[in-house]
């Protein structure tokens, strides 16, 4: 099956700092990346959209110049925290789907555990 | 906007079955998905019906009633490796909009 990898697993951090979290899709070349942010015993909230070589799409109320996505390569998508604060702690999970909008399912990477202090 | 329920948390014995509901409004929908989620893990995928009816995978079954916005995700002869949370999730043309997650848990 297709595997998602993410890095890095858990990342502690000073507030002020920022914080780059890697997405490779493995064995699968993923046109369309997500990103989701999930709290202690809530959901799964989606973040942001982006697609292989273009600026990603932005859920409403996330801040685009606050958590940076930049999708490079076909395996491979990155979400920088700039600027972290407590509030930024999270579980941060990424998914890729190897087709563009429409069908296809979403194959989930393990997570990363983001706790700034 | 999307409104996806579940309830919060079930508890069940070894080798009984559990039925997790899920109810949505939705803007749009175009399938959904079940997905299991340990403590610190990744979802992983379990099922997906996108038309009305019930889909079996082994000890796992899920239904979907469109028409009503109510799917359940049936787990038969519970092992403790299934305590878990579930996942409902809607699909609305390329994304998925997540409900809050059911927190099974198997007693011996």
């Known amino acids: 099956g297709a595997v998602v990898s993410q890095h890095p697993s858990w990342v502690i951090c000073k507030s002020g700092t920022s914080v780059k979290i890697e997405c490779r899709s493995l064995?699968?070349?993923?046109?369309?990346m997500f990103w989701y942010r999930q709290f202690p015993k809530q959901s799964l909230m989606l973040m942001a959209t982006s697609n292989e070589g273009s600026k990603a799409t932005y859920e409403q109320g996330v801040e685009k110049d606050k958590f940076l996505i930049n999708h490079a390569s076909l395996t491979l998508s990155t979400l920088t925290v700039t600027s972290a604060h407590p509030e930024d702690s999270s579980f941060y999970i990424c998914?890729?789907?190897?087709?563009?909008?429409?069908?296809?399912?979403?194959?989930f990477g393990p997570g990363t555990r983001l706790t700034v202090l | 906007g999307q409104n996806i329920d579940q309830p919060t948390e079930m508890t069940a014995t070894e080798g009984a079955i559990v039925q997790i509901n899920c109810t949505y409004q939705?803007?749009?929908?175009?399938?959904l998905f079940w997905y299991q989620q340990h403590a610190g893990e990744a979802p992983t995928f379990l099922s997906y019906n996108v038309l009305d009816g019930l889909e079996e995978k082994g000890r796992f079954s899920s239904f979907l009633s469109r028409s009503k916005g109510y799917s359940y995700l049936l787990l038969k002869e519970l092992q403790m490796k299934d305590s878990a949370s579930y996942l409902c999730a809607v699909k609305n043309d390329y994304k998925l909009s997540f409900g809050a997650g059911t927190t099974v848990t198997v007693r011996a």
């Open positions: 998914s890729a789907r190897d087709r563009p909008a429409g069908g296809g399912e979403q194959f």
């Open positions: 939705t803007s749009g929908f175009n399938g």
């Open positions: 064995d699968f070349q993923a046109t369309t």
